[in-house]
């Protein structure tokens, strides 16, 4: 006696439509239609419960539509059916991190490294999540593991540096920051964090300098902001002003750029440099190759003090 046609796709259900409805789901979530995607991957399910791919799939998409309690449901059935998923580990930690559960998140990433020791995303997210804990010492331990077999990992040094600094390294974060710029020179994060370390020692030539570079690859009204009061730390005035009128001009809400360019235009008044061309006005130390030598060394001197 032959099956019924609709109790052979119960049980067993042709690989060819449990392969094109996948892949359905595939191309919908790709294209942002996460409730088209959906459906495709609960129809997937229905055809095969226990089938990890979509099971993966469907936390994807529910992450994206901000579901992250049915992501996390999604991400540990698909371990329930392969529990060495990295991908699955690595959705389900993620996942983690979107619910604010910052420790449960770092007990996924060590189930993780245990299955895969070189798996860098664990280790450098699972450093994240450390110096979200405020574990900064922990943190440090992840990067490090990172650079002992990926040395050129530019973001490993970058996160190494900002733990440094939680840390109160500054001389050996600024060594990270200047790594990471060294194997990825247009690494905004390292730049910003540059920035930052630049304000927290008073180097206003620093943070002139690098907001300068990080401009380059991202306009952002804060980043004009912090350029203009590095300029007016070097009484640069006028280069003060034009980048408090840029941080307005890109976001009218920030009062303390409104504030910042009625100093800027208080200060022309009395005085204002222009370093012109000179991009280093201040980040050499003196005796430096060149700084002698320089044709503003003198009011260099007097304004970066």
Request: glycine share 8%; proline share 3%; hydrophobic share 40%.
């Amino acid at each position: 006696m032959s099956v019924p046609r609709e109790e052979k796709e119960r049980f067993l259900p042709s690989v060819d439509r449990l392969e094109a409805t996948v892949h359905t789901g595939r191309k919908a979530l790709d294209g942002g239609r996460y409730d088209d995607a959906l459906r495709a991957f609960n129809e997937a399910l229905r055809l095969k419960p226990e089938y990890d791919v979509a099971w993966l799939l469907r936390g994807h998409t529910l992450r994206r539509m901000g579901d992250f309690d049915g992501a996390l449901q999604s991400f540990a059935q698909a371990l329930r059916s392969n529990p060495e998923s990295e991908e699955g580990w690595l959705g389900l930690a993620a996942a983690l991190h979107e619910l604010r559960r910052a420790q449960e998140e770092v007990e996924a990433y060590d189930r993780l490294i245990q299955l895969h020791p070189r798996s860098v995303e664990a280790w450098i997210n699972k450093g994240a999540a450390l110096h979200e804990l405020k574990d900064y010492s922990g943190a440090l331990a992840c990067y490090d593991k990172i650079l002992s077999f990926r040395p050129e990992h530019a973001a490993a040094w970058n996160n190494r540096g900002a733990a440094l600094l939680r840390l109160g390294d500054e001389a050996r974060a600024a060594e990270c920051f200047d790594r990471a710029l060294h194997f990825n020179p247009d690494f905004f994060d390292a730049m910003v964090n540059r920035i930052f370390l630049g304000e927290r020692q008073g180097h206003h030539g620093e943070v002139a300098f690098w907001a300068d570079r990080a401009l380059r690859i991202r306009e952002a009204g804060w980043l004009w902001y912090v350029k203009g009061l590095a300029h007016l730390g070097l009484l640069e005035a006028t280069l003060a002003s034009k980048a408090f009128e840029r941080a307005l001009g890109l976001d009218p809400s920030l009062r303390d750029a409104k504030a910042g360019l009625r100093r800027a235009r208080s200060l022309r008044e009395k005085v204002d440099f222009y370093r012109g061309v000179y991009e280093c006005f201040g980040m050499h130390l003196p005796g430096d190759p060149g700084c002698a030598a320089c044709e503003i060394a003198a009011k260099c001197r007097e304004v970066t003090k």
